[in-house]
């Protein structure tokens, strides 16, 4: 057993801010609300729901992950955060049509409490909607300041103890890192200068990071996958973590990819189409913020199935992404992948899934599980990139020069390792030898016994 790393404790009120309060945003809340009502559970969270082995198969201890770490408590979280629209948390969720208004008059006071505080906004990064609530500046340094000062105002008038930061707003238009985000000095600059490659997300982490609160990127968006921002992260000994929360089609892609490379299955073709009709379909409409996503997505099979150390199996892989904005179908994403994959003698196969979901149900424990792992890493710590968190996200931001680990099972081995790690047990290879060595021994003396 490893000593375990000191941790903070967990004492006081954690403030969760998200950067857009729309479907996702508003699902997280409601459905946290409604599980310290003891309305329903916070199925689809690890923080809540999964256990975790520690030790040996044969001591049987496996609690509870939020047994096991000292997490916030679900009833110390208070939660806030910025929208360009001026809908409270309720009326925001009506919109959004994710839960059923039953549940939502169940806790219609709490969610009417929660307002969003004005937005940075560019149209220029999402171009399909518009909203007034938004902040004006002089210069994006201005609007960084203004976010900064929101943030403490925000901790003080809540009396929190910490904050959190969980990007839930929408994917901005495609951009590639430059020279204003090669270091912080720069990006600064850049700031005053009012650089057009600054986008809104950035100002946002920019914001976050020089006040040492914890910030994840549940979008496909650059963000802080910047050098300046992993610069800043460093000097406030801050973490960070992002890209893009791990739903729909792409989970199942990370399931699924791993059962064929595990096998030493072929694959020729994977084609995935979506339909979806919420504010995030209808951003992804516009070309330059779809290609944002497909990046995102595309690289998830690249980093499984790899065509450099495996071509027999995967150098003639096509890989099509398509997404279609339907509005009739809301939030209620539908995806459909064919995958056409070859085996023994290379004969050919095929695998149809159809895949009905709720996205936002979906991100909604992401964005708990990270905000508290977030919050965990800054009070034991951590700084800089949280690759461990790797298993919520699409597009994990990893080292300059590292490849990132897509493989859903050992996202989550990591995860669970870094727990162990954190806590001081032991860490867990599966390698299981020593209990044959044990049974050897055993049956050794059984034979003197009765020899």
Known sequence: MKNQITIDPAVGKLGILTPGMGAVSTTFIAGVIAARKGISLPIGSLTQMSNIRLGKRTDNRNPKIKDFVPLANLDDIVFGGWDIFEDNVYEAALNAKVLDRYLLEQLKTDLENIKPMKAVFDKKYVKNIDGPNIKTANSKMDLAEQLMQDMADFKKNNNCDRLVIVWCASTEAYIEASDV???????????????????????????????????????????????????????????????????????????VAPGLHARALGVRGWFSTNI??????????????????EVSKGNVLDGILDADLQPDLYK????????NYYPPHGDNKESWDNIDIFGWLGYPMQIKINFLCKDSILAAPVVLDLALFMDLAKRAKMEGIMEWLSFYLKAPQTAPGLAPEHDIFKQLSKLENTLRFLMGEDLITHLGLDYYEDLKKEYEELIQVYS
């Not at 040492?212 to 300046?228: M, R, S």
């Not at 003639?316 to 997404?323: A, W």
């Open 276 to 293: 979806l009709g919420n504010r995030d379909g209808e951003v992804l409409d516009a070309p330059e913020n779809f290609k944002t996503k």
């Open 316 to 323: 003639d892989l096509y890989h099509k992404i398509r997404i």
């Open 181 to 255: 985000h090669m270091s912080l000095e720069a990006f600064e600059e850049g700031l005053k200068n009012n650089d057009e490659r600054i986008a809104p997300s950035m100002i946002y982490a920019y914001a976050a990071l020089k006040l040492g609160i914890p910030f994840a990127n549940g979008a496909p968006n650059l963000t802080c996958d910047i050098p300046a921002m992993l610069e800043l992260s460093h000097i406030t000994h801050t973490p960070i973590a992002g890209k893009d929360f791990k739903t729909g089609q792409t989970l199942m892609k990370t399931i």
